[in-house]
């Protein structure tokens, strides 16, 4: 990486801004919830299409069934001795499709501009396209290879694109996130690890009011299956374990026979993980006729903060001050693609996109005066880490 206060190559004013906005409604046009393929793949063709009108070169895999395709778009090429760049984003959402026509229509209003997946993750996405090409053009281009990497699927876990995402990381001497900026632009340097477990709970049915004696309570038994989930949490530790949806019985009047917990569990680090999933996956029934079934386990590892992700910070806070914008970095619950590559043990920054808010949301916009600056200081970004 460069020393500190670096001169910039790309300036907000360097890029069409008009024009970026233009194409990125033509993105949020294109309706690409996580489990309509084609909707996922339409986004894709037109991702697809813009990089390759930018000059880049484009591989495009089928993703798993089920699932969109993965588009990984290279600009130089690494060898053995020279690991790259690798920058993260995803073009799936968690909006289905009917939002744009209904609940989340693109409107601008001020410095606002609403619409499903534009702050999570489309404008990010494109942000990084147009970086990357102002990059290439600007100066001696970049002194790493690198690769932008759309993932289909971010939104229900990577399930499809993990081990795409694992093995760019392992060619990567840093990875970049363009999920969206956090509060007022801060970005993410430290995610919590995600497990997610589904537990079935089997007792027997009999008539509630004949012979209820007869019967053995699947619910009874998981209301004290969720006290003990729920009691792991602990704030100071950053632990927190939620019983999100429960469904259980087959009528007022029968002892339940089945009831089935659907679990979340966000983790600081390995320690915890250990911890929590080994009590997790040793729950026993108190009720010995009860049967307990629990599945699951990590869906994404902890993305700790590092020595070599604090450098990375600190490089791109000189950047951004550059820029005349304050980076500051925080800890996230949530996770992204980011946490694959944090726990390859690759320096890893995140939450690069727009600022903005409402992510998940049918109040979800970004703020258009973020846009230029943010672009800008990726493009920077990627011409000044070596």
Known sequence: MTASNPALTVLPGDI????????????????????????VNA???????????????????????????????RSGEADESEKGLLILAHLDTVHARGTLANKLPWREEANRIYGPGIYDMKSGALMTLEALKLALV???????????????????????????????????????????????????????????FDIGVFGKASHAGTHPQNGVSAIREAA?????????????????????????????????????????????DAAAEHEVLAFINGLK?????????????????????????????????????????DLVGVTTGGGSDGNFTAALGVATLDGLGADGAGAHTHEEYILKDSVGPRTALLANLILSLE
């Open 16 to 39: 069409d801004e008009a024009a970026l906005l233009a194409e990125l409604k033509a993105w949020v046009d294109i309706e690409s919830h996580t489990p309509d393929v084609a909707g």
């Open 285 to 325: 029934p108190e009720d010995e006729r009860v049967r307990l079934e629990v599945s699951g386990g990590m869906n994404r590892p902890a993305f700790p903060r590092s020595a070599a992700g604090d450098a990375l910070f600190a490089h791109a806070r000189a950047v951004a001050q550059s820029l005349d914008i």
């Open 43 to 73: 986004m894709a063709d037109r991702a697809e299409t813009y990089a390759k009108a930018c000059g880049f070169a484009v591989e495009r895999r089928q993703g798993k069934p089920g699932y969109g395709d993965v588009l990984i778009v």
């Open 138 to 196: 600007t100066g001696n281009g970049p002194k790493l290879p690198v690769t932008i990497l759309f993932g289909p699927d971010e939104e229900t876990g990577s399930i499809s694109s993990r081990d795409v995402i694992e093995a760019e990381g392992r060619k990567a001497r840093y990875a970049l996130v363009v999920e969206p900026a956090r509060d007022g632009g801060k970005i993410v340097v430290a995610r919590k690890g995600v497990a997610i």
């Open 224 to 268: 004290r299956i969720i006290l003990k989930l729920e009691a792991l949490t602990d704030f100071d530790r950053g632990i927190t374990v939620t019983v999100g949806q429960i469904e259980g019985g087959a009528g007022r009047n029968i002892i339940p026979a089945e009831c089935h917990l659907k679990v979340d569990v966000r983790l600081p």
